[in-house]
DNA sequence: TGCACTTTGGCAACAGCGTTGCTTAAGTGG
DNA sequence: CCACTTAAGCAACGCTGTTGCCAAAGTGCA
């Protein structure tokens, strides 16, 4: 059950075991998983999974698929993930650039559209353009939400955006309202390293990461135990100006000695091993505060050089390994996922929720979503 | 509920919910509340909050204590915790001295002891005097368990100490089931920071904050969002081996220009105002990459200079937030609590899954714990 | 081929949760 | 004194996961 404030009833208690289980569906994927398997997994009886699969089954959320090798006794039936049962909208919204896509409820990607969108155009050809691009990719089908990805800073629980580097214009508009009119869909607003964070999330294993995202800026998305770290104020992850050389060359923020700064000031030298090395700085200080199980590096300068800054990040946090007598240090690897993995982790915005992954954002989708409450089947 | 991946059933369900209106009770302390704002509260419905409190009533932790005033109709009854229900002990084992509490359900303290221990004597000697302690304290009540704070680094997991700088023996000790055999009450172990963390935040209603505890060393204990971070390996909250000055004076952790050097340094040249500098320049690290709302200083350093360091970290934080725009600084405060702030922050591992706060670390009390099973009601 | 055994999974009855509908308790105000 | 308001409990209820039992569907040996 999620750590909250509020009361849970019997409909609550039903939507986490019906979430908990579709999360282990999801996580199977195309291998499936048994009903017993299942219950092992969640401690609920086999006989409790068998009634929530059934109801699973009887919505189109959840289908058997082919039996297990038998152990002596009558073989185990594969019960899997039904993807088309829900489809999300993803939108990363970029300084020159807007990705749309579509996926289905496993994440897969279904569609995706790309179009060249000045940011600094007006709020109204933003959000028409945003908008248009989602429903030419929807095609009639039922929709669970719309996941938007912006740089930041904003505000996660009401939508609004506040002042966007370069575009001051954005201050105090309520983007996620704006569209979720325009779309007559729930709309959920984040920044762009957490949607790229929230993606990685739910693709690998990692419990702990942070995601370090390297292009005209430099920000972090942190996931912590499994969850989002947003912050108060949807301000976590400013990472690109934490001091890390006092003193050192001023910083755009005002600031001295950024690893923003050093970073981006090696780059222009062309010197990636230099800017690496800063970055793992970072990286090795994030390490150490929370403590994290790996190291993720993307973003339009890292993509440039690649190995450069992989091999660089990582030689600072094996130097740190040594010094702690660690036997392991933190993995670091560039982040799987290609060019719409930001719009793909927007969409997980609204999939998360399904899952019983986070709350939803500032607008819930329902309270709570059951999967019986899937458009598809109502 | 708590975000898991175990399913819920009514027992659990019915844990939550009583845990929940626990908490509202506890916080509400010699005010105390009546049914329909614990209904309000917990969006249970009136009569649900009746059947629970009805339960806890009978069980003995929650009873009536007068009524409000009337606004036109039937006067609120007021309810309130009852602390003796049940006690829990906090073991604060510092490197020179330990420290043991008794506090009620409420956090409040009921008995304290204090002995000189050497942690370099052996693993009897130390673990003989904390059980001593505890047992003189604990004078036939029926004990919840015993919270025990010590240096780290330590997996809180499985209750086994590391490598304690300056005590090597005690690396691989499993100090949780030694004290937990020796007096046959449950045992959590946690480091002396997130101890002091947690008591921090059962008392204060600031949802994230930073506690950095500078002493013979500076380390730090982070609660995000309500939860304690203790990381994948029980290591959050290494804060005093940031680097912040790259190639700045040697540290004792074989790097340079670490926080902890720099502060250490500067108390030595007798510089307080220079050691609240670094320490501010940490602090707004922490301030911006997890948006923090609060932070709050401890340790025998700080506290024998309360004013200095206070202003020095606010000062940094006050220019950060000017640069940034933001209206507010993120306040700066020497952390409450005394000199038994650490075992009674010990003891609230305990008290803590109680009232649905945390998991109750390696050890679960219970699983779930609910208050029918507070041993005084056996 | 037949039978014993193992394992899976559903049916039916059940205890217990919060909810709903209604009643009783205990005040205020004209 | 009575109408009204608000608080809180009783009883019936719907629905949850659980328990006890049984049918289905395999394996393996005689």
């Known amino acids: 059950m999620n750590r909250s404030n509020s009361g849970a009833n019997l409909p609550a208690l039903r939507s986490h075991n019906a979430a908990l289980v579709l999360d282990l569906l999801r996580t199977a994927g195309d291998a499936g998983i048994s009903r017993l398997e299942l219950a092992e997994r969640t401690g609920l009886t086999p006989q409790a999974v068998s009634k929530i699969t059934a109801r699973l089954r009887a919505e189109g959320t959840a289908t058997e698929a082919g039996r297990r090798a038998s152990t002596g006794g009558k073989p185990r039936t594969v019960l899997k993930l039904v993807p088309s049962a829900g489809h999300a909208i993803g939108l990363h919204l970029d300084r020159d650039e807007l990705t749309a896509v579509l996926v289905d409820l496993a994440g897969t ?12 155009a007006g709020h109204d050809t933003v959000v028409g353009t945003a908008a248009e691009q989602a429903e030419s990719l929807i095609g009639g089908r039922p ?57 990685l ?9 942070a995601y370090l995202h390297l292009g005209t800026g430099l920000g972090a998305g942190l996931v912590l135990g499994g969850t989002l770290l947003r912050g108060s104020r949807t301000g976590a992850g400013e990472f690109g100006h934490q001091t890390i050389l006092l003193g050192g060359p001023a910083c755009g923020c ?75 240090a933190v993995p670091v690897a560039v982040a799987p996922g290609g060019p719409h993995a930001v719009a793909e982790g ?24 059951r999967s019986s409450d899937l458009p598809i089947l109502g």
Chains 1, 2 share one sequence.
């Open 254 to 328: 005002g600031a001295r000695g950024c690893i923003e700064a050093l970073c981006l000031m090696s780059v222009a030298r062309g010197d990636i091993a230099a800017a690496a090395r800063f970055l793992g700085v970072g990286a090795a200080n994030l390490v150490g505060l929370l403590d994290i199980d790996r190291v993720l590096l993307g973003g339009r300068t890292v993509m440039g050089a690649q190995d450069g800054f992989v091999r660089g990040v990582r030689a600072v946090l094996e130097e740190r390994a040594r010094r702690g007598g660690d036997a392991r």
């Open 143 to 199: 929709i669970l939400g719309v996941g938007v990805a912006s740089p930041g800073p904003l505000d996660h629980h009401t939508g609004v955006l506040h002042r966007i580097t370069g575009f001051p214009q954005w201050n105090g508009f309520p983007l996620r309202d704006a569209l979720a009119a325009r779309l007559g869909l729930p709309v959920v607003l984040d920044k762009d390293t957490n949607a790229a964070a929230l993606g």
């Open 109 to 120: 990607l279904v569609g995706v559209r790309t179009v060249p969108l000045d940011l600094g």
């Open 201 to 209: 999330a739910l693709r690998g294993p990692a419990d702990s990461f």
């Open 346 to 369: 927007a969409a997980r915005l609204i999939l998360g929720p399904v899952f019983g992954h986070g709350d939803g954002g500032g607008t819930r989708l329902q309270a709570p979503v």
